[in-house]
Each structure stands twice: as structure tokens, then as C-alpha cells.
């Protein structure tokens, strides 16, 4: 299905930006990207100039190198872009060198999408999702370790938790705000109304089982739905059933304190071994191809 367009006056470079932050949440939607940057916008504005400059060097390092216009046009060089934007202007104080930064980082992350999907043509290819983003987080962070959250006092109540629900969404961008998860699940409900429900439960599960196990700071912060909520988006769209998405969020969930106990932070890495565990798992067992997302069409159209 053709991508909604913003307007019939909306230039291509705006759609494509804004089918880079849907991206993030598995959709090309653009606008959806519009709520992912309002959400932005109202919950953590310091962060704004360092995802859009991740964006637009995603998408500039693409269009420079002349990769496929229909791959620009739906987002996928950009979104690794505007995480590592995010992460870099989240994580580091601001100087002259922090741009330099971000346009390096997400400009290598737009040519290891390229090089991935240029190998990966067999419609059972493994997707690269966020994978240069975890990559590239990864060596960066070595260089800038995450500072140790203070302990804070957190009181489970219903508000709470619902609160805590909507900041799983929100995580996902390193958005701490309940509204900002809110705005987010609008704008997967405008993509799809599957969508949304599957990030909530995911969200959910990584909730409860993180209370479960009397780790109320995480729970309650969000930290722990946010990996549970992209791989149930994920695997939502590998086939209308309920096995796929729900085997990803327990495996999710798994491969969570593997990280940790490896001092890596987790980023979105469980979410990403996760899925590529379960679609390897599909691979063997199912002779057909089932990837209808569209990073797997385009990726079968190249």
C-alpha cells in the first residue's frame, strides 16, 4: 500500500524525513513521524536538533550516494540517524563537536543500511532494524559510559502504571514523559490500528514483568517495555497471528539481563536479537515467505 502523503504540496524531503521517525516504530506513515517529532517537541525539546540533524544526514548521505529514490522515500536510511541523534544529544553536553557527531554517526549508519540491503535479498533475510543504531550506540558509549541513574522512591498505584505504561512507548526514543508515549501510540493507531495495540502490549508485558521481579524503578520508568513493544510491533507484521509477536516479547524480556550482565547497555539490542531468534525460527519452518512490513517489501523490490 502506497505511504499517505502529508499534503499534495508536501515536498518529497519532508515525507521521507518524516517516514524516517516513523521508521523507528516500524511504520511509513509520515504522520505518524509527525507525532513521534511533536512528542519530541513537548517532552524533551533539547533533543529535538540532535534527531532532526540525524535525520537529514541519514537521508543527505543516501541521497549523495544515490541509493534507491524509494528506500529514501520511505525512511529507512534515516531512522537509524535519529536515534543515534537522539542518543548522542541525550548522553553528551553540548559543543562544537556533538554535531560533527551525529551527522558521522548517522551518515554510517545510512551506508550499513545500504550494504545490508543489498545482501539481504532472499525474502527470509534477516532485517536490520535498528541494528546500526545499537552498533554505532555501542562504540560511542565505551567512549561516553551511561551515567548510574540515581535511586528514586517509586509508589505503584494505578495512575502509576499507567503512566509507566505510556513511558514504554516513549523509551523508545529515550522520551521519560507519559505524553510523549501517548502521542506515539496515536500515531501507530493512524498507521494501523494493530500497531498500536501491539506496542501496548508490549509495553505491558515488560511492566509486569519487571514488577514481577521487584524491579519497581525500572518498571515504573519504562525502561523495561520499550524492548518488549518493538518486538511485538515487529513480529506483529510477520504474520496476523498472536505466537510470533508474544514468543518475541518473552524472548525479549529473556535477553534483557544478558546485556547487562555483559555491561552493555542495552539499547534496543534485545528487541533486535530477538527478532532475528524468531525470524530465523520462521526461516526453518516455513517454506514460504511472511514478511509484509515495509522494509521487507522494499528490500524483495530492490
Excluded at 114 to 119: A, I, T
Excluded at 157 to 177: D, E
Aim: glycine share 10%.
Amino acid at each position: 500500500m502506497r505511504s499517505p502523503s502529508l499534503s499534495p504540496l508536501c515536498p518529497d524531503w519532508a515525507t521521507a524525513l518524516c517516514n524516517g521517525f516513523s521508521q523507528i516504530f516500524l511504520q511509513r506513515h509520515p504522520l505518524c513521524g509527525v507525532l513521534c517529532l511533536l512528542a519530541i517537541l513537548i517532552s524533551a525539546p533539547a533533543l529535538l536538533g540532535g534527531a532532526l540533524l540525524g535525520a537529514v544526514a541519514g537521508l543527505l548521505t543516501a541521497q549523495r550516494r544515490g541509493y534507491p529514490k524509494t528506500e529514501r522515500q520511505a525512511g529507512l536510511y534515516s531512522y537509524n540517524g535519529v536515534l543515534l541523534g537522539l542518543l548522542l544529544s541525550h548522553q553528551l553536553p553540548w559543543s562544537a563537536m556533538l554535531p560533527l557527531l551525529i551527522i558521522a554517526s548517522a551518515g554510517l549508519s545510512s551506508m550499513l543500511v545500504d550494504q545490508w540491503l543489498k545482501r539481504a535479498t532472499h525474502p527470509h533475510s534477516l532485517l536490520i532494524y535498528t541494528a546500526p543504531f545499537v552498533g554505532i550506540g555501542w562504540l560511542l558509549l565505551g567512549l561516553h559510559p551511561l551515567p548510574a541513574l540515581p535511586e528514586q522512591a517509586h509508589v505503584i498505584s494505578g495512575l502509576s502504571l499507567v503512566t509507566a505504561l505510556f513511558k514504554g512507548i516513549g523509551q523508545v526514543m529515550l522520551l521519560q514523559h507519559p505524553a510523549a508515549g501517548l502521542l506515539i501510540v496515536l500515531g501507530l493507531w493512524l498507521s494501523h490500528w494493530r500497531a498500536a495495540v501491539w506496542a501496548l502490549v508490549g509495553s505491558l508485558a515488560g511492566l509486569m514483568f519487571s514488577l514481577y521481579l521487584h524491579d519497581t524503578s525500572t518498571a515504573l520508568s519504562g525502561l523495561a517495555g520499550y524492548n518488549p513493544a518493538l518486538a511485538a510491533l515487529a513480529l506483529s507484521q510477520l504474520r496476523r497471528g498472536v505466537w510470533l509477536p508474544l514468543s518475541g516479547i518473552v524472548i525479549t524480556l529473556l535477553l534483557t539481563p544478558v546485556f547487562k550482565a555483559l555491561g552493555l547497555p542495552p539499547l534496543t539490542a534485545p528487541f533486535v536479537l530477538g527478532c532475528w531468534l524468531i525470524a530465523s525460527g520462521v526461516r526453518l519452518f516455513s517454506p514460504e515467505p511472511v514478511a509484509d512490513d515495509a522494509q521487507s517489501r522494499l528490500r524483495i523490490e530492490r
